[in-house]
């Protein structure tokens, strides 16, 4: 049943107005990067290397779009049955509650990591007009940032963007898990992604306490540009937020009246 | 006594101070329709929804097929059940598709009983359209194909009839009164008092989230009225007569229920021996209207103190 479920899940994301407007803003995106005329003036560098783009969309965008987008998806995924009133008629049948909202939970953990594989294919596409061979420079996502440590092999540009990326996106799944959590709370999919966002919010101000800072989730947003050394340690936190704001939906959802 | 198909024993809730259900004690054996009718704000979704486990009681205990729904969500695979008015659907799905979702989750259902239940609410049609496009009577409709999906041994439905034509109307209730001769129990809360009459087996009426008053229907069906001659004597000879199961006086009329519809020659015949004449002898149609709004005035006076005067004359005595 979990794996109907699952399929079942899968498929609605791709009905959800905020994946389709999501996903174009994230093909469009990367055109202004690697079209943008003041990147020296602002950033001190040309872009060299077609394997720098991706880099600047993923810099630009994970403090504030990328998060946004998967708050809005993951409420809206659990939102949208609430508002044309199909969780009832869902729940009625021999499903249990736990089981269907794990499937929603999966889908919403699955989106950040479908956003992030378009974003960089969009951004490779944006910048094929700086071409894809070796060059001085980094990608930006190494540890040596965009200006990196000489002469970088094509291979080992797209090793660096795979890594970020791949860490970019799970950074962004206990986000996810939040605003399922938040619209389980409020039954409403802007009351869930509006708290989402505040709780970022409120946890990008705590920085102002330095002991808490590398705890924050909001700290975790950086996990792309995090050195191997420090790996596990920023791994291990994102999966115990996603899996405390995960447990906390599912034991909330089991209780709640609908 | 013989496990009910849905019972609940004291059902309250209460939404913080306020208590929309309470007590409320019933029980739908298989086979009988049971409405759920009383004013806006009665309680009836609430005790649909904690009925079929879509809400905790606060206190009570509720059963279908003598499981609580609640701990045992496999006895929902014997469960078909519209809580939502209108009957809610992926609109974007088209009518057959949305069928076919409900059959996935319920752990499969033949294709050909899913053509057949559209054609059962005449929406054969219709069903290669997408949901979004129905009328409000046609996702009525489908909501009702969709909870006779699985030939359920529950029928839960919240305002089945709710936005729907009269043709509409009497499909839904043919439906389901076909169903509750196959055996299934069906719970209903409705506004159309009419047709609750027409079919349903027991009727509660809630205000205020109490039951006032539950009237067996049945009971009420085959009830007849007679204007005899003689009124004492009518009811001496009547009620010692072995084919009459109840008796009594309203106003100049005598009114009875016979062991059956077969025994009314005798009742003629018993009077006539009996040197009583019949003046005239109807079946009693039940204003289930005129009674519910009685029944409804006199609760809210017993609460509030103000006496609304009746609109319509009382039935006293009456079982």
Request: hydrophobic share 35%.
């Given at each position: 049943m979990i794996s109907v479920l699952l399929r079942m899940e899968l498929s609605k994301l791709w009905r959800l107005t905020s994946v389709r407007v999501g996903l174009l803003l994230l093909v469009l995106f990367p055109i202004l990067w690697s079209y943008a005329p003041g990147i020296f003036e602002v950033?001190?560098?040309?872009?060299?290397?077609?394997?720098q783009v991706p880099a600047l969309s993923l810099l630009s965008s994970m403090q504030f779009l990328l998060p946004l987008l998967t708050a809005i998806t993951a409420a809206e995924l659990l939102g949208v049955e609430i508002s044309n009133g199909t969780l009832p008629t869902v729940l009625?049948?021999?499903?249990t509650r736990p089981n269907w909202l794990a499937a929603k939970l999966v889908a919403a953990a699955v989106y950040p990591f479908l956003m992030l594989v378009v974003f960089l294919l969009a951004s490779l596409l944006a910048g094929a007009q700086f071409g894809f061979g070796s060059f001085v420079g980094?990608?930006?996502?190494?540890?040596?940032?965009?200006?990196?440590t000489g002469s970088l092999s094509a291979g080992a540009a797209l090793l660096e963007l795979g890594r970020g990326y791949l860490l970019a996106a799970l950074a962004l799944v206990p986000i996810a898990m939040l605003a399922v959590m938040f619209t389980v709370i409020f039954m409403n999919a802007a009351g869930g992604a509006l708290a989402t966002l505040a709780t970022l919010i409120i946890m990008q101000l705590l920085v102002v306490f330095p002991n808490l800072e590398r705890f924050l989730l909001t700290t975790q947003?950086?996990?792309?540009?995090?050195?191997n050394a420090e790996l596990s340690w920023v791994v291990a936190l994102i999966a115990l937020y996603g899996a405390l704001f995960a447990a906390v939906a599912v034991i909330l959802f089991e209780r709640k009246d609908f | 006594m013989s496990t009910p198909a849905i019972a609940s024993e004291r059902l309250t809730k209460n939404y913080g101070k306020r208590q929309?259900?309470?007590?409320f004690t019933f029980r739908v054996n298989p086979g009988e329709v049971y409405a759920l009718v009383g004013?806006?704000?009665?309680g009836k979704t609430t005790v649909i929804r904690l009925v079929s486990g879509l809400a905790f009681p606060s206190s009570g205990t509720v059963s279908i097929l003598g499981k609580n729904p609640h701990l045992n969500?496999?006895?929902?695979?014997?469960l078909g059940a519209v809580v939502e008015a209108p009957a809610a659907f992926?609109?974007?799905?088209?009518g057959r598709a949305n069928l076919e979702l409900h059959a996935t989750l319920a752990g499969g259902v033949a294709s050909s009983r899913i053509t057949e239940v559209l054609g059962l609410m005449e929406l054969a049609d219709a069903a290669?359209?997408?949901?979004?496009?129905?009328?409000l009577g046609m996702r009525q409709r489908l909501g009702v194909a969709a909870a006779v999906l699985t030939r359920p041994d529950v029928l839960i439905l919240d305002?089945?009839?709710?936005?729907?034509d009269p043709l509409s109307l009497h499909l839904v209730h043919t439906v389901l009164r076909e169903a509750a001769e196959e055996g299934t129990a069906v719970l209903l809360s409705t506004h159309h008092l009419d047709e609750v009459v027409a079919y349903c087996t027991r009727v509660a009426i809630l205000e205020e989230g109490a039951l006032i008053d539950e009237v067996n229907l049945f009971d009420r069906r085959e009830r007849y009225r007679l204007r005899p001659t003689a009124m004492e004597q009518a009811v001496r000879l009547l009620d010692e007569a072995?084919?009459?199961k109840h008796v009594t006086v309203r106003g100049h009329e005598l009114v009875f229920i016979p062991s059956?519809?077969?025994?009314l020659g005798q009742v003629t015949q018993k009077l006539a021996e009996g040197g009583v004449g019949v003046l005239e002898m109807n079946?009693?149609?039940?204003d289930l209207r005129a009674y519910y709004r009685e029944r409804v005035s006199a609760e809210r006076a017993r609460r509030t103190g103000v006496v609304e005067p009746p609109a319509v004359p009382s039935f006293p005595g009456e079982p």
């Open positions: 950033y001190g560098f040309f872009l060299v290397s077609g394997y009625l049948r021999p499903v980094g990608t930006g996502l190494g540890e040596a940032g965009l200006l990196g947003l950086n996990a792309y540009s995090v050195p | 929309v259900v309470k007590d004013p806006n704000g009665a969500p496999e006895v929902r695979r014997h992926y609109p974007y799905l088209t290669d359209r997408k949901v979004g496009v129905y009328s305002e089945p009839a709710s936005g729907m072995p084919f009459i059956s519809a077969d025994t079946r009693d149609v039940f």
